[in-house]
């Protein structure tokens, strides 16, 4: 159980173009989820927080409109990646939390490279 | 706000012996959780282990078992019997107790197993 699945798990576009990346739990419902961006060989950095049916929180620093997330339905968000520059270029991850436990469960991670 | 410090970036230990990673967090909560989460090459972040600050028993997950130390604020990690799929980044982190709540990710441990 408790599998978050993440799509695609690379993608390379050209500077400029929009990115969507979708994180789906797959077998329960996540009320919660949240996105990750990994530098390589550091921790992870939450860039916000998506609530089902309502707007993200974005943490101090990510620009919400680079950075459009949607939360429409209880086992689907999306993060979209508008006019994408090669400094946008990195690995993010999604997690979902399964609020019978309050545990985060983490998807596969999406390699981002922007040429 | 919370801090989660992990003080030894790197270990190494051979295969089948027993190994610790260390941790230590600073908060003014009562109520939280602490997790273990390795990351293995794949880059996937797997959750390892989960403890309830509530409960004075420590977490066990088959070869995997925590020290809580909750006056000392230390949470520690020890693999028994290791094998070569444990080298993994592991990273503690910590969440405030009731759900939605982000996690508060230490630098991570780099693990080796050695043949």
């Known amino acids: 159980g408790a599998v978050v699945s993440q799509h695609p798990s690379w993608v390379i576009c050209k500077s400029g173009t929009s990115v969507k990346i979708e994180c789906r739990s797959l077998?329960?419902?996540?009320?919660?989820m949240f996105w990750y961006r990994q530098f390589p060989k550091q921790s992870l950095m939450l860039m916000a927080t998506?609530?089902?049916?309502?707007?993200?929180?974005?943490e101090q620093g990510v620009e919400k409109d680079k950075f459009l997330i949607n939360h429409a339905s209880l086992t689907l968000s999306t993060l979209t990646v508008t006019s994408a520059h090669p400094e946008d270029s990195s690995f993010y991850i999604c997690?979902?939390?399964?609020?019978?436990?309050?545990?985060?469960?983490f998807g596969p991670g999406t390699r981002l490279t922007v040429l | 706000a919370q801090t989660v410090t992990q003080s030894q970036p790197e270990m190494s230990v051979q295969e089948a012996e027993t190994v610790t990673l260390s941790c230590t967090y600073d908060?003014?909560?009562?109520?939280?959780?602490l997790f273990w989460y390795k990351q293995p090459p794949s880059r996937q972040m797997i959750l390892v282990i989960r403890?309830?600050?509530?409960?004075?028993q420590n977490a066990t997950e088959n070869r995997f078992s925590v020290n809580f130390q909750k006056a000392a604020k230390s949470f520690s990690l020890k693999i028994s019997d290791s094998q070569l799929g444990d080298t993994a980044m592991y990273f503690c982190?910590?969440?405030?107790?009731?759900?939605?709540?982000?996690?508060?990710f230490g630098t991570g441990t780099r693990l080796t197993i050695i043949p």
């Open positions: 997690s979902a939390e399964d609020s019978y436990t309050d545990t985060q469960y």
């Open positions: 077998d329960f419902q996540a009320t919660t």
């Open positions: 998506s609530n089902e049916g309502s707007k993200a929180t974005y």
């Open positions: 908060t003014s909560e009562n109520n939280y959780y």
């Open positions: 403890q309830e600050a509530y409960k004075q």
């Open positions: 982190a910590f969440m405030k107790y009731g759900g939605n709540e982000k996690l508060t």
